[in-house]
DNA sequence: TCAGTTTGACTGAATGTTCAGTCTAGAAAC
DNA sequence: GTTTCTAGACTGAACATTCAGTCAAACTGA
């Protein structure tokens, strides 16, 4: 609403900012270990600034998880929105889960880290672990009716679609720490084809991963075109 | 070596009793918010006392999830061994990783907080990275030469020993944070079922739970019969 | 056997640092 | 002129770690 002098503009826009600081400071020092005046530095002011806009350093921090997941949650999906195959889309699911995003300066890369902590301070927080139940709920439910579609469309066969979604994510999040803290054996491309493996196997449609030799490949070209769909899926039951 | 006055033991035990305390601190308020005093406290000394055993904190909290983890792999395996089918071997494996242990008063629970914790701050620091490495690289391996006893056998079907491993321990971590948060869609039952199944899918055995209404009955009977071998495991192909 | 010495276990009281959150007051917007 | 922002200086508490010793068991040598 209000234009500052120095062009630092509205306190929406201050609150943002201050909330990508927060997220940058905590995939760099963890969770815990992040302090205002870190964030306050980045975002190019005061401690007492930052206090003034999020009451308490929980506040801001729970904030700042909150928007990084429904941000990551809200591209994802809409890239996964103009896919038309069920395949299609669940590999674009699982893609974005697995591979890392080209990092867009006005998104901030969704780090595995993030879920590391986010993880962690639920066990402990209640505040946390609510936005993680809502958004782990929220994230199921996009597999199972993603499964359902794929089903009355004839894609896929006849599973349970409710444990299908349960396992595939607890998949995935079993993935995410291994690429979160780099694993050697187990790399995002390793990952992406294994669990896609696996959701065509139980789904019983046919898979082919695109680049043989190339995951890293892979990944380029996901950074490369930004509109392409990857179309890799091949239904043929 | 020396007996102390009071009876209260060698240093070794004197160690161990510390470490053991720092494993119910950490459990209960996170790695991160456990006190050197807390830890003192629980084993009945003086903070100053840990520092003398343990340089810093960082080594005392290391040092006491090594432990933690070695046991839980240690009793586990050995329980493991006894088993006569692979099949059967790894669902004492899977079962090791979803259902709770009997709290032997020696034996630390081992909590599935102590995990994320790891995996948390192994994600900063390098000394806590490299046991997890560690722990990881071994539990894979266990996984991996069971599912090639099992092929020789010819109990289990021809498929990657290594990839399974990898996929499996993944869906298995993936799982224990799911235990770990007590998500409400996803109990210690429920994950300990589904990984069975995506098991024996991938593996080509037959397998079915034991007791169809009573997940609880079945940690219950965990918790009675100690040596009591599970044999739900039939194997028929 | 026993004074004297060494050594390892242990402690209470500092010390110093790190931080979240507060206070005060000035600048900008309306 | 009043409300909204903003920052610098500050406070108070929490905590890891240090230090200067105490205490008792074990060893040593006569």
């Known amino acids: 609403m209000r234009q500052r002098a120095d062009g630092s503009g ?45 009451k308490t350093k929980d506040q801001l921090l729970t904030e700042a998880i909150r928007l990084s997941e429904d941000t990551w949650y809200a591209t994802g999906t809409s890239r996964v929105a103009a896919i038309d195959t069920a395949a299609g889309r669940l590999e674009e699911l699982i893609a974005m889960s697995c591979l890392p995003e080209e990092d867009d300066a ?19 927080h209640p505040e946390v672990a609510g936005v993680r139940q809502k958004f782990d709920e929220r994230w199921r439910d996009t597999i199972t009716s993603l499964v359902v579609e794929g089903q009355e469309a004839g894609e896929f066969g006849p599973v349970s679609p409710a444990d299908f979604a349960v396992t595939l994510s607890a998949l995935l999040d079993g993935f995410a ?3 979160a803290l780099e694993d050697p054996t187990v790399d995002a491309g390793r990952a992406f084809e294994l669990t896609m493996r696996f959701a065509a196997g139980e789904l019983g449609f046919t898979w082919v991963p695109r680049h043989r030799a190339g995951r890293q490949a892979d990944v380029g070209q996901r950074l490369a075109g930004v509109g392409a769909v990857r179309n890799g899926a091949r239904v043929d039951r």
């Open 177 to 179: 720490i291994q690429i």
């Open 106 to 124: 006005d998104a901030p890369n969704t780090s595995w880290l993030l879920w590391l902590d986010l993880w962690t301070q639920a066990a402990r």
């Open 10 to 54: 509205t306190a929406d826009q201050r609150r943002e900012q201050m909330l990508r600081a927060a997220l940058e400071v905590i995939v760099e020092r963890g969770y815990p270990d992040t302090r205002i005046a870190d964030v306050a530095q980045r975002a190019g002011t005061s401690p007492a600034l930052v206090i003034y806009y999020f």
